[in-house]
Nanobody
Framework: VQLQASGGGLVQPGGSLRLSCAAAGFNPEDYSIGWFRQPPGKEREGVSCISSRGDSAYYADSVKGRFAISRDNFKNTVYLQMNSLKPEDTAVYYC??????????????WGQGTQVTVSS
């Protein structure tokens, strides 16, 4: 079983990035997927999640209106489009099947994380 997060990088304030979370070894259609992040020196926090069918989503207040989550179950991939990025979005971003507002899954797996740095 694997969750592979990718797409992070260095971007200027106001810029955009799209993170991808590729699932392997299980049927992602049966799982809601969440994105969490851990800023430097801080605890991990929930960012967004999407239901197994993709018909509902949740966003933390800090990213609402700037981030958009989507999924393509044919490609076994969940995306997090991040626009209007701010320095406070700097963090390691993880995708996971951990319990979120979008659902409680049978199993919990975490991806390895991808670094997002927003700086001029």
């Amino acid at each position: 079983v694997q969750l592979q997060a990718s797409g992070g990088g260095l971007v200027q304030p106001g810029g955009s990035l799209r993170l991808s979370c590729a699932a392997a070894g299980f049927n992602p259609e049966d799982y809601s997927i969440g994105w969490f992040r851990q800023p430097p020196g801080k605890e991990r926090e929930g960012v967004s999640c999407i239901s197994s069918r993709g018909d509902s989503a949740y966003y933390a207040d800090s990213v609402k209106g700037r981030f958009a989550i989507s999924r393509d179950n044919f490609k076994n991939t969940v995306y997090l489009q991040m626009n209007s990025l701010k320095p406070e979005d700097t963090a390691v971003y993880y995708c996971t099947t951990a319990p979120t507002a979008c659902g409680i899954n049978r199993r919990t797996w975490w991806g390895q994380g991808t670094q997002v740095t927003v700086s001029s």
